[in-house]
């Protein structure tokens, strides 16, 4: 049995922020095959195919599809003993999330989404005794947005240098090493360290005091 390797580095973390590469998401068959499988494994699309119980035809499809976007990659071949040639793909990052700034900037639908995500989760402070009122929250989404962006920038820079071991440990500890690394990046940025002192008062100067 033969294989051969094509060289690769997975990143942390991807944000996607391109119309398109979103709308190629919105598809729940496309969708499952990054987010439940690849990102936490190479498989080839008979394998692909046997786990989500499609025909491998179709899930080629929806391979070529993602690959077309940059969401999938061919990590390497493999021959079988019978000579049939299996192409094995993984996911470009461990983790992916959507560009918030850069879709407020785009228009109609994905602007509106974007924005309402933002003010949802401020609006979910007041579980945490955080009431921002309305004459405020323009300027509360514009912080938010500036800081989630940088850190974003931050965060996509990261890369997984060795994929063997990273593979090798369990799901909690791949989790606890990216937030760790996370932090230590963000750290070391004036630029983020500004923005977010600058949400902590923010956040701080509403927060209820009289909360037991």
Same mark, same amino acid.
């Given at each position: 049995?033969?294989?051969?390797?094509?060289?690769?580095?997975?990143?942390?973390?991807?944000?996607?922020?391109?119309?398109?590469?979103?709308?190629?998401?919105?598809? +729940? #068959?496309?969708?499952?095959? %990054?987010?439940?499988?690849?990102?936490?494994?190479?498989?080839? %699309?008979?394998?692909?195919?046997?786990?989500?119980?499609?025909?491998?035809?179709?899930?080629?499809?929806? =391979?070529?599809?993602?690959?077309?976007?940059?969401?999938?990659?061919?990590?390497?071949?493999?021959?079988?003993?019978?000579? =049939? %040639?299996?192409?094995?793909?993984?996911?470009?990052?461990?983790?992916?999330?959507?560009?918030?700034?850069?879709? #407020?900037?785009?228009?109609?639908?994905?602007?509106?989404?974007?924005?309402?995500?933002?003010?949802?989760?401020?609006?979910?402070?007041?579980?945490?005794?955080?009431?921002?009122?309305?004459?405020?929250?323009?300027?509360?989404?514009?912080?938010?947005?500036?800081? =989630?962006?940088?850190?974003?920038?931050?965060?996509?820079?990261?890369?997984?240098?060795?994929?063997?071991?990273?593979?090798?440990?369990?799901?909690?500890?791949?989790?606890?090493?990216?937030?760790?690394?996370?932090?230590?990046?963000?750290?070391?940025?004036?630029?983020?360290?500004?923005?977010?002192?600058?949400?902590?008062?923010?956040?701080?100067?509403?927060? +209820?005091?009289?909360?037991?």
């Amino acid at each position: 049995m033969n294989s051969s390797n094509a060289p690769h580095r997975m990143k942390d973390l991807e944000i996607i922020s391109d119309p398109n590469t979103i709308k190629v998401l919105f598809d +729940k #068959i496309r969708a499952l095959i %990054v987010f439940k499988y690849l990102v936490n494994e190479e498989m080839t %699309v008979k394998q692909l195919a046997d786990a989500i119980g499609k025909n491998p035809g179709n899930v080629l499809r929806h =391979i070529e599809r993602l690959k077309s976007v940059g969401l999938v990659q061919q990590v390497r071949t493999e021959k079988t003993t019978t000579g =049939i %040639v299996q192409r094995y793909y993984r996911a470009t990052a461990r983790e992916y999330r959507l560009g918030i700034a850069d879709m #407020i900037k785009a228009n109609g639908g994905m602007r509106t989404f974007a924005k309402d995500r933002l003010r949802n989760m401020i609006m979910s402070l007041e579980a945490y005794g955080v009431t921002i009122p309305e004459a405020r929250m323009n300027e509360a989404l514009s912080m938010l947005e500036h800081l =989630i962006e940088r850190e974003n920038q931050i965060s996509s820079k990261l890369a997984i240098i060795d994929e063997e071991y990273w593979n090798s440990i369990s799901t909690h500890q791949q989790e606890d090493a990216s937030r760790l690394m996370r932090d230590v990046m963000v750290a070391q940025d004036t630029e983020y360290l500004k923005l977010k002192d600058k949400w902590c008062s923010f956040v701080m100067s509403f927060l +209820k005091t009289n909360v037991e």
